[in-house]
Nanobody, 126 residues
Framework: QVQLVESGGGLVQAGASLRLSCAAS????????MGWFRQAPGKEREFVGC????????NYSDSVKGRFTISKDNAKNTVFLQMSSLKPEDTAVYYC???????????????????WGLGTQVTVSS
C-alpha cells in the first residue's frame, strides 16, 4: 500500500555530512507520519527521528539531536534526513517508515509504523 525507497547513503569520514531521502509511493494519498530508524550490526533497531503529517511536530533521539535534521516535501511525498557532524557510531543501515494510523503524531516507537523501506547503508570511518 505504501512503498518506500531510501537513498543517499554512503561511506564518509567522521565530521562529514550526508543527506538521506525517502520517497513514498501510494495508490491513494493519505496523511501519515514518517520516521527514520537505524540498525547497526549486532544491535537493536534504534529510533532516529520522525515528522508528523503536517510537519508541525518533529522528534529526534538524544544521540542525534543537534546534528540531524528532518524535513519533508509533501508535494513529492519525500522526507529527508540531513546528517551533519557524523560520527563512527552513526554507522548503520538507515530505514524510513510510515505510520498511517497516527498521522498527527510523530511517534518514536517503531512498532507503530506500518511500512518500511529496505534501508540505505551509512558508514562513517574514523
Amino acid at each position: 500500500q505504501v512503498q518506500l525507497v531510501e537513498s543517499g547513503g554512503g561511506l564518509v569520514q567522521a565530521g562529514a555530512s550526508l543527506r538521506l531521502s525517502c520517497a513514498a509511493s501510494t495508490r491513494t494519498y493519505r496523511p501519515y507520519t514518517m520516521g527514520w530508524f537505524r540498525q547497526a550490526p549486532g544491535k537493536e533497531r534504534e529510533f532516529v527521528g520522525c515528522i508528523n503529517s503536517r510537519g508541525s511536530t518533529i522528534n529526534y533521539s538524544d544521540s542525534v539531536k543537534g546534528r540531524f535534521t528532518i524535513s519533508k516535501d509533501n508535494a513529492k511525498n519525500t522526507v529527508f534526513l540531513q546528517m551533519s557532524s557524523l560520527k563512527p557510531e552513526d554507522t548503520a543501515v538507515y530505514y524510513c517508515a510510515v505510520d498511517i494510523d497516527r498521522p498527527w503524531l510523530a511517534g518514536v516507537d517503531g512498532n507503530d509504523y506500518d511500512y518500511w523501506g529496505l534501508g540505505t547503508q551509512v558508514t562513517v570511518s574514523s
